[in-house]
């Protein structure tokens, strides 16, 4: 048996033992934690952070209130003492201590002039930035242009204590990268004109041959059922004040539903029994959000290319169901159909004045969603149409 003292010497080698275990174990955790990337890693991340930052305040283009939330992180970024961001009439944002000396829009016209960068030393500089830096010398400052599409809109100026080869290559290409946000803001916007111009050219498509047909239809039960002519001259309408509506890029399955229903009450008056409309409709996706306009135009390419173009009774087919995380709608007639290869030079936008309606929904929808959402077309001559599109049900950056 061991004596109490081997005991105790036991107990404590064991002790320190332990303790140096875990704080051999907790050097290398921490080290570990710390080497968790290298410099160079953190750095990219950070920097590609701060851009990431910037970018949500120039969506809509240079802008006062974007331009100065931009400056906040573009400053950080640069690590200047002062960041200014001018359009071509004036100063959008100024970050820094004190505020803008109106003088300064001096040395961003000359910018402008130019279309250069420009570097303006300490001489240049004393007068105009005098009170402006809150304290800290700005002696040196460099001014870029942000160019877009070979015309110059704006520049970056970063002010400092000293300029030098790397913060001059930091500013450039600073202008560069908020030449392309704008970019990006006007191609945004030009999708927006472009849908709106579309929407335009649907409504008048359906004013004249529409409006015409349908008056027409209307007069003719004048004299013979008064009561018939005024349920027509209400849908007529509704029809038009919700085709013609000023108010809206995009609307609900439901609505247009809603709409294709006045339209084929007023063509029914027209066809009489030789239009015949089946209508499968799932519930589940009438909520669902849609281009304004996009399912109407094609029932009444079914009804205009399909059935008015042939003798006989013609069949109309509706279905709306959910199809996942899509809702997929189609609309089936029995009409004359058409050539494929016709079709493809149709929607290419080769053939003019015919089909417009296909071209234009078939346009918008992959102007929305992507390439892979425009429509789905069956045809062949003599054998109907079976037009599908399928419209994801989540949309949340889209509103009726």
Do not use: C
């Amino acid at each position: 048996m061991l004596s109490p003292a081997v005991d105790v010497a036991l107990v404590v080698a064991v002790v320190v033992i332990t303790l140096a275990v875990v704080a051999v174990l907790g050097f290398k955790f921490s080290r570990s934690y710390r080497d968790l990337g290298s410099d160079a890693d953190r750095a990219t991340y950070a920097t590609l952070h701060t851009v990431a930052l910037a970018s949500e305040h120039l969506r809509a283009g240079l802008t006062p209130t974007g331009a100065a939330k931009a400056s906040r992180h573009l400053r950080g970024l640069l690590r200047s003492e002062a960041l200014l961001i001018t359009d071509t009439n004036g100063i959008l944002a100024w970050d820094g201590a004190g505020s803008a000396p109106e003088d300064v829009l001096v040395l961003a016209r000359e910018v402008l002039a130019s279309g250069r960068t420009q570097i303006f030393r300490q001489a240049r500089l004393r007068d105009i930035t005098a009170g402006a830096g809150g304290g800290t010398e700005l002696n040196d400052a460099v001014i870029a242009p942000i160019r877009v599409s070979g015309r110059i809109v704006g520049t970056v100026g970063v002010f400092g204590a000293a300029v030098n080869a790397g913060l001059i290559r930091a500013t450039n290409e600073v202008g560069a990268w908020v030449a392309t946000q704008v970019e990006l803001a006007e191609l945004d916007s030009s999708r927006t004109q472009l849908m709106e111009a579309e929407v335009r050219a649907l409504r008048a498509q359906i004013s004249p041959h529409f409006i015409y047909n349908s008056l027409n239809a209307i007069a003719s039960f004048i004299n013979t059922d008064p009561e018939r002519a005024r349920e027509l001259v209400v849908e007529f309408a509704d029809f038009t004040r919700y085709s013609f509506r000023r108010h809206g890029d995009f609307t609900t399955v439901a609505e247009e539903l809603k709409s294709i229903d006045r339209y084929l009450l007023l063509e029914r008056a027209r066809f009489g029994d030789r239009l015949k409309v089946s209508l499968q409709i799932g519930p589940e996706v009438l909520s669902t959000v849609i281009p304004f306009l996009s399912l109407q135009p094609l029932v009444e390419n079914a009804v205009r290319h399909g059935l008015d173009s042939r003798d006989g009774t013609g069949n109309i087919t509706i279905t709306a169901h959910d199809a996942g995380a899509y809702a997929e709608v189609t609309i089936e007639d029995d009409g004359v159909g058409m050539d494929p290869e016709r079709l493809r030079a149709v929607l290419a936008g080769h053939l003019d004045g015919v089909h417009v309606g296909l071209r234009n929904v078939d346009s918008r929808l992959r102007q929305v969603y992507g390439d892979s959402h425009g429509l789905v077309i069956d045809t062949a001559p003599g054998a109907g149409t079976l037009i599908t599109l399928r419209i994801p049900k989540s949309q949340p950056a889209h509103q009726t």
